[in-house]
């Protein structure tokens, strides 16, 4: 199938059906983590980077391995552990047998790359990482390598055990598009993981969606209009959260310590975008807006001291400059 022959309407009625596909196939391996799924996979029909924070054992491994799989994707893992050089990740020059310098790529030359424990790795390495995540390239040796298209990069951290962690600070949380919090599975969704893990049976995944497909829908998601009144609700949103500019919320000025930068409204524009099509709508609504405001504004406002002594969440903080 062309798909450039398709009209938008038909790109998004297409981009519904594969979605259910590939919910439905990651699904076989994966018991529950509905919204997990939903928001790595917008990320990636976003062209956005997501960082998944979730306790050990909860297989967020897995589950970006077998999204990789449904995707038809290159896949690589990075352990970040203490000792890793920015080498271990972009590549190093080797001496070949003719006594030439030969460029050997590393890890990060894959479709998806999930960066296990990030915050375990000194700032010069996270920043590595970071650097290609923004520019799409790598460069070493004054020579510049262009990266696989498409490129993700589906970081973890570990919300416990923070001694000898290297906190990414504010700016590189920024380059995220979501904070996706990976939560405990039910009661009724651990039997079933248990009685899928413990025996025999292996389920193999057949890829749903391709290389091309996915750069299309990319590009499709950018074309879809967006009516001026949400374009207006998603800055301000992101306006309340500031101690300037004249929309300062009540709560930012007694819970807040910093709030969202321009990004942050860039990408609820394009995550509301991204839901509304996934649903199956030409154009999003201010709901739309609302349904993606945690996972991308929860990294990127910080609470003040008296927020945390007084149990004000940041999701709690969210909701109130939502409904107000």
């Not at 299309?216 to 949103?237: G, H, N, T």
Request: with cysteine; aromatic share 8%; proline share 6%.
């Amino acid at each position: 199938m062309n798909m450039q022959q398709l009209s938008d309407k038909e790109g998004v009625d297409l981009l519904v059906k594969k979605y259910n596909e590939l919910k439905s196939e990651i699904h076989k391996v994966i018991v529950g983590q509905d919204e997990v799924v939903q928001q790595v996979l917008m990320s990636i029909f976003s062209n956005g980077h997501s960082l998944l924070v979730g306790v050990p054992g909860l297989a967020k491994t897995l589950l970006i391995q077998t999204i990789s799989d449904s995707l038809g994707l290159s896949f690589k893992r990075i352990q970040f552990t203490p000792d890793l050089m920015p080498s271990d990740i972009v590549g190093s020059e080797i001496l070949d047998e003719s006594r030439n310098f030969k460029f050997i790529k590393g890890p990060i030359f894959a479709n998806i790359i999930l960066a296990d424990e990030i915050n375990r790795t000194p700032p010069k390495t996270q920043a590595a990482l970071l650097e290609a995540m923004q520019e799409k390239n790598v460069t070493a040796a004054g020579t510049k390598y262009e990266l696989d298209k498409p490129f993700f990069v589906l970081a973890t951290q570990n919300p416990i055990e923070q001694e000898g962690t290297y906190p990414l600070p504010e700016a590189q949380l920024d380059r995220f598009m979501f904070n996706i919090w990976v939560d405990y599975p039910t009661y009724e969704e651990e039997i079933s993981i248990v009685k899928n893990t413990t025996s025999d049976t292996k389920v193999e995944l057949k890829p749903i969606l391709h290389t091309e497909e996915i750069i299309y829908f990319q590009q499709l998601i950018r074309r879809i209009p967006v009516p001026d009144a949400v374009y207006d609700y998603a800055v301000k949103l992101v306006a309340k959260t500031r101690m300037t500019g004249g929309y300062t919320h009540p709560l930012t000025e007694k819970y807040l310590d910093w709030g969202a930068g321009p990004r942050a409204s860039q990408y609820l524009i394009i995550g509301a975008k991204c839901y509304a099509a996934i649903k199956g709508k030409y154009s999003p609504d201010i709901e739309d807006v609302k349904a993606v405001a945690f996972p991308i504004l929860r990294h990127r406002i910080v609470r003040n001291y008296r927020a945390e002594a007084e149990g004000f969440t940041i999701e709690k903080i969210i909701t109130e400059l939502m409904n107000s």
